[in-house]
């Protein structure tokens, strides 16, 4: 279903939520209620008369966007067979990794050693994969929710531990933009629990400022990985000495 569509019925919704009829749209209009049935039933408004409906209905044209965007059903997850297909294909991966974290055609192209062509292959394959619609001038929308997760354990996660881990720890953690915590404790199972809440709020602290972010140009952003990791665990020399 194509933006429009679903606009328009999030239109209809809200009219009807309201006790809103063709007739009353028809006469804010000043079209006959023939005419708007039509328009309903072709998805055929311009900018001005979704405007001018939505403001019936008492609601700003950015408000009914926002409810369209919140009724729509996105993506939390793969399946491990969806995610193996991406984990199969570098460059499919580094383009899929880069859209979910905001990136636009634009800034795939300036970014990656990418020819148009290929950029829009990749697109194609995230779009059959319900990643990412993509739309008319190689326009990209998201279809993942905020808190998309890859799988625990699954292809991509497994790809991450095996073949960037020893990458990404290659540091001294020294610089300005970089920060390293180690912590060690015996802590109870309700603590433990208490910690792992924390964590899941700072994720999301991590999404609400990429949304944020998504907005200034490429140049004013910096790829930034953030690792988050607990377990029951310990060292296994120290496990060795234990009674």
């Known amino acids: 279903m194509s933006q429009t569509v679903t606009l328009v019925e999030t239109l209809k919704k809200q009219l ?14 000043d079209l006959s209620e023939a005419s708007v049935k039509r328009l309903f039933s072709e998805y055929n408004f311009t900018l001005n008369r979704l405007e001018a409906i939505a403001q019936l209905a008492g609601m700003q044209l950015s408000e009914l966007v926002a409810i369209m965007s919140a009724d729509m059903p996105q993506l939390k997850q793969l399946t491990r067979e969806q995610e193996q297909v991406i ?11 880069s859209v979910i974290n905001g990136f636009s055609f634009g800034d795939l192209l300036q970014q990656y050693q990418l020819s148009e062509t290929d950029c829009i292959g990749y697109l194609a394959k995230l779009d059959r ?3 990412i619609e993509l739309q008319p001038r190689n326009r990209i929308r998201l279809l993942v929710s905020p808190n998309f997760r890859w799988l625990p354990n699954g292809p991509i996660q497994r790809f991450f531990l095996d073949k960037v881990q020893q990458d990404f720890f290659n540091s001294g953690f020294d610089k300005s933009t970089e920060s390293l915590v180690v912590l060690n404790g015996v802590l109870s199972q309700a603590s433990n629990a208490e910690l792992q809440k924390k964590m899941q709020r700072l994720a999301r602290d991590f999404n609400e400022l990429l949304r944020e972010d998504a907005a200034l140009s490429l140049d004013e952003r910096k790829g930034t990985t953030m690792v988050l990791a607990l377990r029951q665990w310990q060292f296994k020399p120290f496990k060795r000495l234990q009674k």
């Open 16 to 29: 009807r939520a309201r006790g809103l009829t063709y007739r009353d749209v028809a006469e804010a209009l």
């Open 87 to 97: 984990a199969d294909d570098l460059p499919l991966l580094m383009v899929a990794v």
């Open 129 to 131: 994969l319900r990643i």
